[in-house]
């Protein structure tokens, strides 16, 4: 399996397996979704928010790839996150939303990948 097919698979796992966890999530009444767990972010919502803002600065930053990603020009409506530890979204269903959109741009930029882009370094 050459690296573009590796990400294309783990773009789809990730779409995958974030449905399986947004869908346990919501069989959890809204107190036990926002309980503070005593985990580094607290919460499951917050664990949820740090994922999805984590996954937004890092496709900002392939947003800024040299070979300029169509599939990422989405990204321009999306504010920076300043905290990866902040409340994004303070309900489940507009962060499962968030989620969803942001699974499909990942796969729609992984479909669009090419293997001399693999090789450039981003700053």
């Given at each position: 399996?050459?690296?573009?097919?590796?990400?294309?698979?783990?773009?789809?796992?990730?779409?995958w397996?974030?449905?399986?966890?947004?869908?346990?999530?919501?069989?959890?009444?809204?107190?036990?979704?926002?309980?503070?767990?005593?985990?580094?972010?607290?919460?499951?919502?917050?664990?949820?928010?740090?994922?999805?803002?984590?996954?937004?600065?890092?496709?900002?930053?392939?947003?800024?790839?040299?070979?300029?990603?169509?599939?990422?020009?989405?990204?321009?409506?999306?504010?920076?996150p300043?905290?990866?530890?902040?409340?994004?979204?303070?309900?489940l269903?507009?962060?499962?939303?968030?989620?969803?959109?942001?699974?499909?741009?990942?796969?729609?930029?992984?479909?669009?990948?090419?293997?001399?882009?693999?090789?450039?370094?981003?700053?």
């Amino acid at each position: 399996m050459n690296r573009i097919e590796q990400i294309a698979l783990m773009a789809t796992y990730n779409q995958w397996m974030n449905r399986k966890v947004y869908d346990a999530a919501a069989q959890l009444s809204d107190a036990q979704v926002r309980l503070d767990r005593q985990a580094f972010f607290g919460s499951i919502l917050g664990t949820l928010n740090h994922l999805a803002l984590g996954d937004t600065v890092w496709l900002k930053r392939f947003a800024q790839h040299p070979t300029g990603f169509t599939a990422l020009v989405p990204l321009e409506t999306i504010a920076q996150p300043g905290d990866l530890k902040q409340l994004a979204f303070v309900d489940l269903d507009a962060l499962a939303a968030r989620r969803v959109w942001l699974d499909q741009l990942i796969l729609d930029w992984a479909g669009t990948l090419r293997e001399p882009d693999l090789d450039q370094q981003l700053h």
